[in-house]
Nanobody, 121 residues
Framework: QVQLVESGGGLVQAGGSLRLSCAASGSIFSINAMGWYRQAPGKQREFVAV???????NYADSVKGRFTISRDNAKNTSYLQMNSLKPEDTAVYYC???????????????WGQGTRVTVSS
């Protein structure tokens, strides 16, 4: 079994920063892309950022220049550094990862339970 656990959410004032972490554990042979999504109250879940196994990154337009995604392959962990936070960044943030549990296994995507980020104005 594979688990993704997010941490680092909380309450912050507009203009502040937070760093989210997503740690993968369990039966892991390799991790392909790792990403972050968010869901604001009353809205659908939306893409935030993704990092490939080769460290290529892509961001939603709404967070470009403010958020940075990174990963530590030795720790099976991804990070989302969020700077210049705005009230509209308020959401539950979910991490996602494409993981192979064995050399012969299929690539499957996993989700964390989410961590809440609240940005006050």
């Amino acid at each position: 079994q594979v688990q993704l656990v997010e941490s680092g959410g909380g309450l912050v004032q507009a203009g502040g920063s937070l760093r989210l972490s997503c740690a993968a554990s369990g039966s892991i042979f390799s991790i392909n892309a790792m990403g972050w999504y968010r869901q604001a109250p009353g809205k659908q879940r939306e893409f935030v950022a993704v990092i490939s196994s080769g460290d290529s990154t892509n961001y939603a337009d709404s967070v470009k220049g403010r958020f940075t995604i990174s990963r530590d392959n030795a720790k099976n962990t991804s990070y989302l550094q969020m700077n210049s936070l705005k009230p509209e960044d308020t959401a539950v943030y979910y991490c996602n990862a494409f993981i192979r549990s064995s050399w012969y296994g299929v690539l499957r995507d996993y989700w964390g339970q989410g961590t809440r980020v609240t940005v006050s104005s």
